[in-house]
C-alpha cells in the first residue's frame, strides 16, 4: 500500500491525562494528518495510548512501532529523552525506559538497534541554563557536529514550530544583559545551515520539520500538524511506515511545512509552565 502525499507530525505530546484519545483521534483528523507520533518527556506513554485506542476504534495492525487504523491512519510510539549533555533526543517507532543521565550516544545506539527513528530535536535550544530561551554554547555545537557525522545517515534534526524567532530576538537583549553570551535568536534557521554544512562536507543530517505541541487541553491539542512532513510512504504495518519515513528523509525525498504556533500559544502551552512549574501539571511535558 501507498499513501501518496501522507501529512507527518512526530513531534506530539498528547498529555492523555487530560485528553482521552479519542479528542487526540479527533484533533489527528481535523488537522488532516495521516501519520502521528505521541511522545511524553523522559516516560513512554504508548501503553496507555495503545490500551484507550483499541476499546475506541477499528484496528488493522499494531505492533511495537504503533498502531494502524482502517482510515489508513498510523499512531507511532515515540519518546522523547533528556540526556547527561542536556540535548534531547526522539525515537519514532520504539520507546524504552532510560536513565534522565544517559549519555546522548546511548539513547541513540538504543533507538537505532530498535529500528526507531532517531531525531534530534530543537538542536539549538539551550535546555541548561537559559530555559530554552537561549542557544547552546560553541562547545555543545561543536559536540553535536561530531554526532552528526559519527552517526551520518542515520539521525534527523529538527526544524521546531515552537522556537518563534521574534519572541528570541526579544528575549536575546535580557539574556545577554543577565550575563548570557547570546549571538543568534533563529534556532531553526541555524540547524538548517548547519545541516547544509555538513551535508556540504558529505554528512547526512537532513531537517525534519514538526510541532513539538504541548497539548495541554483540547483547544491546544488542535494545532498539532503546524509543522510537518510531506511524503508517500509505503507498507501496511506501522513498522513498515516508520521504515518508509527513515528511507525518505535520509534520501531527503520528503518536503518540510514550516510553520509556527502563535505566541498566544506558546506561553499558554509552554512559556508559562516553564516560568511557573509549581503551578503547572507536568510543565516540561
Not at 173 to 199: C, I, M, R, T
Request: net charge negative; hydrophobic share 40%.
Amino acid at each position: 500500500m501507498v499513501i501518496k502525499n501522507a501529512n507527518i507530525d512526530l513531534h506530539v505530546h498528547p498529555f492523555l491525562d487530560r485528553n482521552p484519545m479519542k479528542d487526540v483521534f479527533d484533533a489527528m483528523n481535523r488537522s488532516k494528518l495521516d501519520v502521528l507520533a505521541l511522545e511524553n518527556f523522559n516516560e513512554s506513554i504508548y501503553p496507555h495510548a495503545l490500551s484507550e485506542a483499541m476499546q475506541l476504534y477499528d484496528f488493522r495492525d499494531n505492533d511495537h512501532a504503533g498502531m494502524s487504523f482502517s482510515n489508513n491512519k498510523y499512531i507511532l510510539n515515540a519518546r522523547e529523552y533528556d540526556s547527561k549533555e542536556r540535548m534531547y533526543a526522539i525515537t519514532v517507532g520504539y520507546s524504552f525506559e532510560a536513565r534522565q543521565d544517559a549519555e546522548l550516544r546511548s539513547i541513540i545506539d538504543e533507538g537505532l538497534k530498535n529500528d526507531a527513528f532517531v531525531i534530534i530535536d530543537h538542536p539549538f535550544v539551550d535546555n541548561e541554563n537559559t530555559r530554552t530561551a537561549g542557544h547552546i554554547s560553541y562547545q555543545k555545537e561543536k559536540f553535536l557536529e561530531k554526532i552528526c557525522m559519527e552517526y551520518s545517515g542515520q539521525i534527523a534534526l529538527e526544524w521546531n514550530s515552537y522556537c518563534i524567532p521574534w519572541i528570541r530576538a526579544g528575549l536575546k537583549p535580557v539574556l545577554n544583559a543577565l550575563g548570557h553570551n547570546v549571538e543568534y535568536h533563529d534556532v531553526n534557521s541555524k540547524a538548517e545551515v548547519f545541516s547544509n554544512s555538513l551535508y556540504m562536507a558529505g554528512y547526512n543530517a537532513p531537517i525534519v520539520a514538526d510541532t513539538d505541541l504541548h497539548g495541554r487541553n483540547k483547544r491546544l491539542l488542535s494545532k498539532m500538524g503546524t509543522s510537518r512532513m510531506i511524503m508517500d510512504i509505503e507498507g501496511e504495518s506501522p513498522s513498515d511506515v516508520v521504515k518508509s519515513i527513515k528511507k525518505n528523509v535520509f534520501e531527503r525525498n520528503h518536503k518540510n511545512i514550516k510553520d509556527k504556533v502563535s505566541a498566544a500559544h506558546l506561553f499558554e502551552a509552554f512559556c508559562l509552565p516553564m516560568l511557573f512549574p509549581g503551578h503547572f501539571w507536568k510543565p516540561r511535558a
